[in-house]
């Protein structure tokens, strides 16, 4: 069966501070994968997507960066965290099917 | 552009019928999704629609019109589990861009 983890699970971060949030798939090959934010009270905002190793496609231009070094593993950066970075980041998977499944989250507090 | 309605909040009596409709306008249409989502968790899969129609699964049910840019999502006999945010999502002509709606957070009340 495929699963998918995320981690940490909750992060406090001072302004300023670098950000490495990682996304494993398991139990399935060459996936896409995608990068969620959703704000407080509200929708999820698509980051970043990738149809495979290497291959990264932005959607929102910000001070974060995504990185896909292997073929189900997908990595969230930045180098200096603003207080508006600040949210509910989902890491998603798509395999076979149309749908997406996502992960457990990281809850991001820049303070 | 891309816009997704739906509306912000809903309450139902437990064992009733719910509607919770959504309206798109977007550049392109792949298909649409619905998720539910508990507070403080990740959203999990409902249903797709991608032609016109009805698709039943259990107690949900989602319905689509493309023509009017428009779907619904029915729960049927509430269960008090049943609380959360429902999300609809389309995806574009790409394929890979989804476009997520603001959420309805429905309530579901004894």
């Known amino acids: 069966s495929q699963t998918i983890h995320q981690w940490p699970a909750t992060l406090v971060q001072p302004v300023g501070s670098p950000l490495s949030l990682e996304c494993t798939v398991e139990?399935?090959?060459?996936?896409?994968l995608y990068w969620y934010r959703q704000a407080a009270g509200r929708g999820l905002q698509l980051l970043f997507y990738?149809?495979?190793?290497?291959?990264i496609s932005s959607e929102v231009p910000q001070n974060l960066s995504a990185s896909r070094p292997q073929d189900r593993q997908f990595i969230l950066s930045s180098k200096k965290l603003l207080l508006s970075d600040s949210g509910f980041y989902l890491c998603?998977?798509?395999?076979?099917?149309?749908?997406?499944?996502f992960g457990p989250g990281t809850r991001l507090t820049v303070t | 552009g891309q816009n997704i309605d739906q509306p912000t909040e809903m309450t139902a009596t437990e064992g009733a019928i719910v509607q919770i409709n959504c309206t798109y306008q977007?550049?392109?249409?792949?298909?649409l999704f619905w998720y539910q989502q508990h507070a403080g968790e990740a959203p999990t899969f409902l249903s797709y629609?991608?032609?016109?129609g009805l698709e039943e699964k259990g107690r949900f049910s989602s319905f689509l019109s493309r023509s009017k840019g428009y779907s619904y999502l029915l729960l049927k006999e509430l269960q008090m589990k049943d609380s959360a945010s429902y999300l609809c999502?389309?995806?574009?002509?790409?394929?890979?861009?989804?476009?997520f709606g603001p959420g309805t957070r429905l309530s579901v009340l004894p």
């Open positions: 998603a998977y798509r395999a076979r099917g149309e749908e997406q499944y």
């Open positions: 139990g399935t090959s060459n996936p896409n």
């Open positions: 990738s149809v495979g190793i290497g291959q």
């Open positions: 977007t550049s392109g249409f792949n298909g």
């Open positions: 629609n991608v032609l016109d």
């Open positions: 999502a389309v995806k574009d002509n790409y394929g890979q861009n989804f476009v």
